[in-house]
């Protein structure tokens, strides 16, 4: 069965402290992306790639900083954690042509205190 | 930019039929979707529609397509409790980056 793992479903870090969120798909998909998931504002898009090396800002990277040096993980990094960054984060990732849509993991709930 | 939007909640008795509406804004959109997440868990593909389509059935899902209104809707035949979720629609955006962009979700609320 194709998977896309998150690293962790909860994490709890302090305000100030360097947060690696890790994604790795099995299914060889070019795309990756990373969302947040807030109540109320559904999902908004920080960060993809669509090939090793690359990324691309989606609508709210302010905060965060990615890392794709292997096909098939996407980090995620807070630079320096903040409360408004607690939230539900999730990765995916598609094939190109995405006819298919996305596959998501199952996400990381994380709360910044 | 383009958006997509949902209406936020949705309730139905059990043993009836859901409808689930969305709107969107991209003209250039080739593909559509809706997703599922249960509580606690990740999006998980229900059904996608191509964007030349006006319908699409699989088992107790119709998707329904007016492109000419940019209007989706996902109906759910004989919904049950386990259909309880929050269902997303989304558009794939026919611009360069090709991204999903997302709704802000439908809570759809089954009572017994």
């Known amino acids: 069965d194709v998977k896309v793992t998150q690293s962790s479903r909860y994490l709890v870090k302090r305000t100030g402290e360097k947060v690696f969120l890790e994604c790795v798909q099995d299914?060889?998909?070019?795309?990756m992306f990373w969302y947040r998931q807030d109540p109320g504002l559904g999902l908004r898009l920080i960060y993809f790639s669509y090939d090793v090396k690359m990324k691309e800002k989606g609508d709210i990277p302010e905060g965060y900083s990615v890392s794709r040096e292997k096909k098939e993980r996407f980090s995620l990094i807070l630079e320096s954690a903040s409360t408004n960054q607690t939230s539900m984060y999730l990765c995916?990732?598609?094939?190109?042509?995405?006819?298919?849509?996305?596959?998501f993991g199952s996400g990381t709930r994380l709360t910044v205190v | 930019g383009e958006d997509v939007e949902q209406s936020l909640f949705l309730s139905v008795r059990e043993g009836d039929s859901s409808v689930i509406n969305c709107t969107y804004t991209?003209?250039?959109?080739?593909?559509l979707y809706w997703y599922k997440q249960e509580p606690g868990a990740g999006l998980q593909l229900l059904t996608y529609i191509f964007s030349n389509m006006d319908m699409k059935q699989d088992q107790r899902l119709t998707v329904l397509l007016n492109k000419k209104d940019k209007h989706l809707s996902l109906r759910i035949a004989d919904t049950q409790t386990g259909d309880s979720a929050i269902y997303f629609c989304?558009?794939?955006?026919?611009?360069?980056?090709?991204?999903?962009?997302f709704g802000t979700g439908t809570l759809l609320a089954v009572q017994p």
């Open positions: 995916a990732s598609s094939s190109i042509p995405q006819g298919k849509g996305y596959t």
């Open positions: 299914m060889d998909h070019e795309n």
């Open positions: 991209d003209s250039s959109s080739t593909y």
């Open positions: 989304a558009d794939l955006y026919g611009g360069a980056t090709n991204k999903l962009i």
